[in-house]
């Protein structure tokens, strides 16, 4: 079945810090790929997403390119900012499954100044 | 322009008795999931509607979890007979429609704690 293997945290950085969250999937169809993040005491909201193969997701300095070969959503962005601090999780949506979404644990983040 | 509303946002209850949970999504969208959120766990899915129907119900975990939904729009999800592992945040979302790469927006849950 499909399922979303992220990277577990937690994450700790210093403001204006790399940050790269993996994350693989499996999938049997041909899915659709997501981060959402979830900062405290918020719902979960959508960060990017990609619908296919070598398409890249971005918003607000956040990306991920969707890799078929490695079946990989990497989540990076380039300088971390302390209102980054939140729950990062990635998932998937596969048709076959009526976009039934799989999620990955999460991963918890925390910049400081 | 509202999003997802659930409704209660945090329910104490003790265990065996029964509770609702209500949902309702956003004004036009035909697809609503339901999601469970334990304590350092991802999302689980629990059931899938499509206008009223239920496509997918494969994740509810037991007999006692059921879920409608009327018209097209407000769903609840019915836990019976609580116990205390059911102790989780329960997540609603919406999607406009039912196909792959449809974003899925999500309400603000609802705590629920079984003492």
């Known amino acids: 079945g499909d399922s979303v293997t992220q990277m577990e945290g937690p994450v700790t950085l210093s403001e204006e810090a790399f940050l790269t969250i993996n994350c693989t999937y499996t999938?049997?169809?041909?899915?659709?790929l997501f981060w959402y993040v979830q900062y405290p005491g918020e719902g979960l909201q959508l960060l990017l997403k990609?619908?296919?193969?070598?398409d890249k997701g971005s918003n607000k300095g956040f990306e991920a390119t969707y890799r078929k070969e490695t079946t990989s959503f990497h989540l990076e962005k380039g300088s971390v900012q302390v209102s980054d601090s939140a729950v990062y999780f990635c998932a998937l949506s596969d048709l076959g499954t009526g976009n039934q979404f799989y999620f990955g644990t999460g991963t918890s983040l925390t910049v400081i100044p | 322009g509202a999003g997802v509303s659930q409704s209660p946002s945090n329910k104490v209850t003790e265990k065996g008795k029964d509770v609702e949970l209500r949902c309702d999504p956003i004004?036009?969208?035909?697809?609503l999931y339901w999601y469970r959120q334990s304590l350092g766990q991802g999302l689980e899915f629990l059931i899938y509607?499509?206008?009223?129907?239920?496509?997918?119900k494969s994740g509810l975990p037991s007999d006692r979890f059921s879920a409608e939904r009327t018209g097209g729009s407000v769903s609840t999800l019915t836990i019976q007979r609580t116990q205390q592992e059911d102790s989780a945040v329960y997540l609603c979302?919406?999607?406009f429609g039912s196909g792959s790469g449809e974003t899925q927006y999500f309400g603000p849950g609802t705590r629920l704690l079984v003492l």
């Open positions: 979302a919406s999607s």
């Open positions: 999938a049997t169809g041909y899915p659709s």
């Open positions: 990609a619908t296919k193969a070598d």
């Open positions: 004004s036009g969208h035909t697809a």
């Open positions: 509607f499509q206008g009223n129907s239920a496509p997918d």
